[in-house]
């Protein structure tokens, strides 16, 4: 029966689609074969008004927002991937917003009694209606006890199995993709519904969330570009999320930019060196920074909501994104090329210098420009045909960094369209470098592989000797080969901290 189901819903997903020719749309007419060609002009009759007079990215969105929580999240990862749909469609389909009628002020107060297991009143001395409404949750304003005023979101009721029915729809699509669809594969159509998956179950659970808010909140502290509301964890469990109120103006409202007092300029450039640091200092990076995740205040006070997704990199791809940011702010396109070759980003058997050269021809014409005489589309679309040309993959841990820096840039041009994310980008990229690759960071690595070494030369001569069968007085020395490695590895290691210490 769960089968059936799923084709029921997947044909109902198919008829929306058609709906706003999404399916088989126009665009894409004169690449199909003429036996489709004929299905897809037969179909497109069904299409309303609406669903044929928009952009290709701007109908499918409009559908995946009809569609529901999955279709809406398949469509944000899909936004993340220029590479295959062009830019445009991407830009469209990174702007799906899933805001829906709130439900029942009652139900929402009832779930939050019963998933906290205390009544109303012994946490808050006033709860208000819902302010905004998802898909996935609702928001609503409340007071504590001591006068904190607080935001609480709580879960759709039934939510998870509306969810777990999507996912299965959803899979069964991607797996019909696989099969019939050839030109769906470089897409990985099943991999992209397991993404979606795991993202849904991470946000169907709010104390992720709560442990995202929190572990930001804290790298936001220490680098003051931007700031996170408090967990109240009083007031957290599954199904509710309580966090402090943010303070400010949505960005999202026309007005918020209007604030006297307000310095555009360095809010944009706060943005965007926030973005950085988190990615680059920490690792760990808010990776929904869209207008409506952001409060502003004067004079340029940004406080970030909403942490369901949080980005992660590894200390490699941390080191890389910098020396990547670094050889362009130079104009340094030979280390460029060479970084991408040492990531792996770019196969080994492409030609280094040639793509040094496919990068220059990308980054002169945008450097030192302020944004309003830069089309991103056209930098975009430049970038992804050197993707093309040079056989690169999209790394899966950089898709979310892509994505993010492609919506940081375009909130910090609407913020100041005269806003240069190169200038911006350069104070955080060079503490970076000094800090992490100058010749005392770079002997303290060395130190530290020392230390380490050292450590594991020394296991290994326990290892040997407690493993060496025993030998009479009469036999010959026992092998000496341990020990003098871990001899090697003391003066490594001294020597290491001597040069460290000087360093300093």
């Known amino acids: 029966m769960g089968g059936l189901s799923s084709y029921a819903r997947l044909c109902g997903a198919a008829w929306t689609l058609i709906r706003f020719d999404a399916l088989l749309p126009k665009e894409i007419e004169p690449l199909l074969p003429v036996g489709p060609r004929g299905v897809a002009r037969f179909l497109r009759l069904f299409a309303s008004r609406a669903g044929r007079d928009r952009r290709p990215g701007l109908r499918l969105a409009a559908a995946l927002e009809q569609l529901g929580p999955a279709a809406i999240k398949l469509g944000q990862l899909l936004s993340t991937r220029g590479d295959v749909f062009g ?20 139900a929402a107060r ?19 209606e819902a302010v905004a409404a998802a898909s996935l949750a609702q ?3 409340a007071t504590l006890l001591d006068g904190r005023a607080v935001a609480v979101k709580v879960l759709r009721p039934g939510i998870e199995r509306r969810v777990a029915m999507d996912v299965d ?18 897409l990985e159509p099943e991999a992209f519904a397991a993404g979606v998956a795991r993202m849904l179950r991470l946000e169907l659970d709010l104390r992720f969330e709560a442990a995202g808010a929190d572990e930001l909140a804290a790298v936001m502290a220490a680098e003051n570009y931007m700031a996170a509301p408090a967990v109240v964890w009083t007031g957290v469990s599954r199904r509710v999320l309580t966090l402090e109120w943010a303070t400010g103006a949505p960005l999202s409202r026309p007005d ?18 926030a973005f950085l640091a988190q990615a680059l200092d920490h690792g ?33 791809e941390r080191r890389y994104l910098a020396e990547i940011l670094w050889g362009f702010l130079r104009r340094d396109y030979r280390h460029v090329a060479a970084i991408h070759f040492e990531a792996g980003y770019v196969p080994p058997d492409q030609d ?22 830069v089309s991103m589309s056209r930098l975009l679309s430049q970038l992804f045909d050197i993707t093309a040309l040079f056989d690169m993959r999209l790394r899966p841990e950089l898709v979310l960094l892509q994505k993010t820096m492609v919506t940081v840039e375009g909130v910090a041009r609407r913020i100041d369209p005269g806003h240069d994310i190169w200038s911006a980008a ?30 594991g030369l020394a296991r290994r001569g326990v290892q040997q000797t407690e493993s060496a069968p025993t030998i009479s007085r009469e036999s010959s020395e026992p092998p000496a080969r341990p020990w003098i490695a871990f001899a090697a590895g003391v003066v490594t290691a001294a020597l290491a901290f001597a040069i460290a210490a000087l360093v300093r």
């Open 87 to 106: 830019p445009q469609f991407a830009e469209d389909l990174s702007h799906l917003k899933d805001q829906l009628p709130p439900f029942a002020d009652a």
């Open 110 to 128: 009832s779930e939050v009694e019963r998933t906290l297991g205390r009544p109303l009143t012994e946490m808050f001395s006033d709860f208000g």
């Open 139 to 141: 928001v609503h304003r």
């Open 169 to 186: 729809s959803l899979a069964l699509a991607a797996r019909l993709c696989d099969a019939w669809v050839p030109l769906s594969r470089r």
């Open 256 to 273: 918020s930019l209007e604030q006297p007092g307000l310095d555009r300029p360095r809010l944009a450039n706060n943005l965007v060196r």
């Open 284 to 316: 760990a990076f808010h990776a929904d920074l869209h207008e409506g995740n952001l409060f502003v205040q004067a004079p340029a006070r940004l406080t970030a909501v909403d942490f369901g997704i949080v980005g992660r990199l590894g200390p490699a």
């Open 352 to 373: 280094p210098a040639a793509f040094a050269q496919a990068l220059r021809a990308v980054g002169e014409p945008v450097f030192g420009r302020s944004a309003r005489d």
């Open 426 to 455: 350069e104070p955080v990229v060079r503490r970076w470098i000094t800090r992490e690759l100058s010749p005392a960071a770079r002997v303290n690595a060395l130190a530290a592989d020392a230390r380490d070494a050292l450590a």
